[in-house]
């Protein structure tokens, strides 16, 4: 009778989170010909040119390119080695560590709970987890560690954590001094690793800890992201992983993308490299293990930074924005969430020219769009620290995503390049 009862469960839960169909249906994506969506095969070309020059001029290791048009990938190559160390040359559908490029996708999953009305965005993010509430911003810092604070004058939201304007800082990677020492100390996670800890208990400790400034007075890039993953399972009733699978990868095809990369799919691992001597060597282990998602412990999933994946499964998932949020039959989210949340939501806050921050992308504004290379008014976009970059242009209706894995290279001018020789290549 109790295996009869678990049965029930397991089918209704999986029932429950399923995602909905859709009437509208659109194709997955396929190779097509460039010409057959308005591009050029011959602009295009120059595309490898710029790969085969950074690889061929030791500025990358290696560099996996897509630009999709339409539904329609009509450019899709890899240059140069996954690992030069063992001499595995790349193939297209290698998998990357993707980063901080996990955050759309977080994003996305809150956006979907929020359409089931299981909160408000302005909802105080202590009614789901206790710990942040009177949160504190940093006054003084003193040497031995200890620091005085001040009571935040409201309370951090679901938005606020969407939009990095909570006042919660990075570590090892903030630009003030002051939380890396803080963050250090307590042992917070900034972004892999391969200890036996889960995403609840670093998010616990980073709720004890000081804010930047008041919610919503600033910008400031945080682990915000990690905190919404643990809330995703808190409202969801299902650890990160399993809601990404079952919501998001299953029904898109996503099966290249995971936290913990399954044993058939290990040996496609690009490995992080850096330069010594000119020469391309594996990245040593500092804060995180670069040897993640594929060894250790297995159980922190960061929302902020945690996943790996191809650029065709990320192309994938920007294609279904590009849909305003169906893909193949399947429905992830409304057209009218996708519009609110390309909107600027934080106003002047986000400094960088000629963009503003939404609820899971920066998007680029009139400003950006005259300013060339950069996509149409509306454009979303971001990377991954490990060096991968994406953009989505709605009005062209154009994907494009590199993929590379470095670390303390200066001389990669690939990220600014690539949306540049796409654009030029519409020929329509």
């Given at each position: 009778?109790?295996?009869?009862?678990?049965?029930?469960?397991?089918f209704y839960t999986l029932a429950n989170f399923a995602q909905t169909r859709s009437i509208k249906t659109s194709p997955l994506l396929t190779q097509g010909a460039a010409s057959s969506v308005g591009m050029s095969e011959e602009r295009l070309a120059r595309i490898d040119d710029m790969c085969l020059e950074a690889v061929e001029g030791s500025h990358i290791p290696g560099i996996v390119a897509l630009v999709a048009r339409n539904g329609k990938i009509v450019y899709y190559k890899a240059f140069g080695m996954a690992d030069n160390e063992s001499?595995?040359?790349?193939?297209?559908?290698?998998?990357?560590?993707?980063?901080?490029?996990?955050?759309?996708?977080?994003?996305?999953?809150?956006?979907?709970?929020?359409?089931?009305?299981?909160?408000?965005?302005?909802?105080?993010?202590?009614?789901?987890?206790?710990?942040?509430?009177?949160?504190?911003?940093?006054?003084?810092?003193?040497?031995?560690?200890?620091?005085?604070?001040?009571?935040?004058?409201?309370?951090?939201?679901?938005?606020?954590?969407?939009?990095?304007?909570?006042?919660?800082?990075?570590?090892?990677?903030?630009?003030?001094?002051?939380?890396?020492?803080?963050?250090?100390?307590?042992?917070?996670?900034?972004?892999?690793?391969?200890?036996?800890?889960?995403?609840?208990?670093?998010?616990?400790?980073?709720?004890?800890?000081?804010?930047?400034?008041?919610?919503?007075?600033?910008?400031?890039?945080?682990?915000?992201?990690?905190?919404?993953?643990?809330?995703?399972?808190?409202?969801?009733?299902?650890?990160?992983?399993?809601?990404?699978?079952?919501?998001?990868?299953?029904?898109?095809?996503?099966?290249?993308?995971?936290?913990?990369?399954?044993?058939?799919?290990?040996?496609?691992?690009?490995?992080?490299?850096?330069?010594?001597?000119?020469?391309?060597?594996?990245?040593?282990?500092?804060?995180?293990?670069?040897?993640?998602?594929?060894?250790?412990?297995?159980?922190?999933?960061?929302?902020?930074?945690?996943?790996?994946?191809?650029?065709?499964?990320?192309?994938?998932?920007?294609?279904?924005?590009?849909?305003?949020?169906?893909?193949?039959?399947?429905?992830?989210?409304?057209?009218?969430?996708?519009?609110?949340?390309?909107?600027?939501?934080?106003?002047?806050?986000?400094?960088?020219?000629?963009?503003?921050?939404?609820?899971?992308?920066?998007?680029?504004?009139?400003?950006?769009?005259?300013?060339?290379?950069?996509?149409?008014?509306?454009?979303?976009?971001?990377?991954?620290?490990?060096?991968?970059?994406?953009?989505?242009?709605?009005?062209?209706?154009?994907?494009?995503?590199?993929?590379?894995?470095?670390?303390?290279?200066?001389?990669?001018?690939?990220?600014?390049?690539?949306?540049?020789?796409?654009?030029?290549?519409?020929?329509?």
């Amino acid at each position: 009778m109790k295996k009869i009862f678990v049965l029930l469960f397991t089918f209704y839960t999986l029932a429950n989170f399923a995602q909905t169909r859709s009437i509208k249906t659109s194709p997955l994506l396929t190779q097509g010909a460039a010409s057959s969506v308005g591009m050029s095969e011959e602009r295009l070309a120059r595309i490898d040119d710029m790969c085969l020059e950074a690889v061929e001029g030791s500025h990358i290791p290696g560099i996996v390119a897509l630009v999709a048009r339409n539904g329609k990938i009509v450019y899709y190559k890899a240059f140069g080695m996954a690992d030069n160390e063992s001499g595995r040359v790349l193939k297209r559908d290698d998998i990357f560590r993707i980063a901080s490029q996990t955050k759309a996708i977080t994003s996305t999953a809150v956006m979907m709970l929020w359409e089931e009305g299981k909160f408000r965005l302005d909802d105080p993010i202590f009614m789901y987890i206790p710990e942040f509430k009177d949160a504190q911003v940093l006054d003084t810092l003193y040497e031995d560690g200890t620091y005085d604070t001040t009571p935040a004058k409201i309370p951090i939201t679901i938005r606020h954590l969407l939009t990095h304007t909570s006042g919660i800082g990075y570590g090892v990677i903030d630009r003030d001094v002051r939380f890396k020492k803080i963050y250090k100390d307590a042992g917070i996670i900034d972004l892999y690793t391969t200890e036996d800890i889960s995403i609840e208990e670093s998010v616990k400790k980073l709720a004890k800890l000081p804010l930047h400034h008041n919610p919503g007075e600033k910008y400031t890039y945080s682990e915000g992201l990690d905190v919404l993953g643990y809330f995703i399972e808190i409202v969801s009733g299902i650890p990160l992983d399993e809601f990404f699978r079952t919501r998001i990868f299953n029904p898109l095809g996503m099966d290249d993308t995971w936290f913990y990369l399954p044993e058939s799919k290990k040996n496609r691992l690009v490995s992080v490299q850096t330069k010594e001597d000119e020469s391309w060597i594996k990245y040593p282990t500092t804060f995180y293990d670069p040897d993640f998602p594929i060894t250790g412990a297995k159980k922190f999933f960061s929302g902020g930074a945690g996943l790996s994946s191809t650029a065709k499964d990320y192309a994938t998932f920007l294609q279904m924005y590009l849909n305003n949020g169906e893909l193949n039959g399947v429905r992830i989210l409304s057209r009218t969430t996708i519009q609110f949340m390309m909107s600027n939501q934080v106003g002047d806050l986000y400094t960088k020219p000629g963009k503003y921050y939404g609820l899971a992308f920066g998007v680029i504004n009139k400003k950006g769009q005259d300013m060339g290379g950069r996509g149409s008014m509306g454009t979303f976009q971001w990377g991954g620290y490990f060096n991968t970059q994406f953009f989505a242009d709605p009005k062209e209706k154009i994907i494009g995503i590199i993929m590379k894995q470095t670390q303390d290279i200066d001389t990669d001018n690939t990220g600014w390049k690539f949306s540049q020789l796409i654009e030029q290549a519409v020929d329509d």
